[in-house]
């Protein structure tokens, strides 16, 4: 399965392995991921940093705004700008990865549709993966074993 889940930038000045499956995956239909990618939703892998193995080259943090007033940093390659993954909340442990900049995206699929009150209309949803306006209780829909290593790369 590792390598299925290899990608890189568009330059290719980046490439990375992931180490492990995600915890969990989200789709995140929010206004701030569609005008942050330009696109109708983001495909985020929540993964330990620790897992996160870089090949060659290293993204490089730029902060971006956000309505909470948390940090959130988006990982892009110094040369092409590609995203490559997110630190939402200056948690250094954590990372969002997109899974669009996998070598092969279908490796991955949503766990979860989240803040589907902001989906574009045009976008339809299957009914085999849950779907909520806003957020999700992650005790109830998170698997134990994510939970647990949630729990030991961000602690609570
Ligand atoms: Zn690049
Ligand atoms: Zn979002």
């Known amino acids: 399965m590792a390598d299925d889940l ?20 989200h789709c995140c239909h ?18 330990e940093t620790g897992h996160i193995e870089l090949l060659q080259g290293a993204p490089r943090p730029v902060g971006v705004p956000t309505d909470s007033g948390r940090p959130h940093d988006i990982y892009r390659c110094p040369e092409c700008q ?6 939402y909340g200056g948690r250094p442990l954590l990372r969002f ?4 900049t996998l070598d092969s ?13 902001s989906k574009l209309a045009w976008v339809g ?7 909520f306006e806003v957020f999700y209780d992650r005790e ?8 647990e290593r ?7």
């Open 97 to 100: 990865v997109r899974i669009g």
């Open 105 to 117: 995206p279908s490796a991955l699929k949503p766990d979860v549709h989240i803040y589907t009150r």
């Open 30 to 47: 929010c206004l701030d991921c569609q005008r942050q990618t330009g696109s109708a939703f983001v495909l985020n892998a929540l993964i």
């Open 82 to 87: 590609t995203a490559l993954w997110s630190d």
């Open 140 to 147: 109830a829909l998170w698997p134990a074993a994510s939970r």
């Open 150 to 156: 949630l729990r030991k790369a961000v602690g609570g």
């Open 6 to 25: 290899e990608g890189g930038c568009a330059c290719g000045a980046v490439r990375y392995r992931l180490t492990a499956a995600p915890m969990f995956v």
């Open 125 to 131: 949803l299957l009914d085999d993966v849950p779907a």
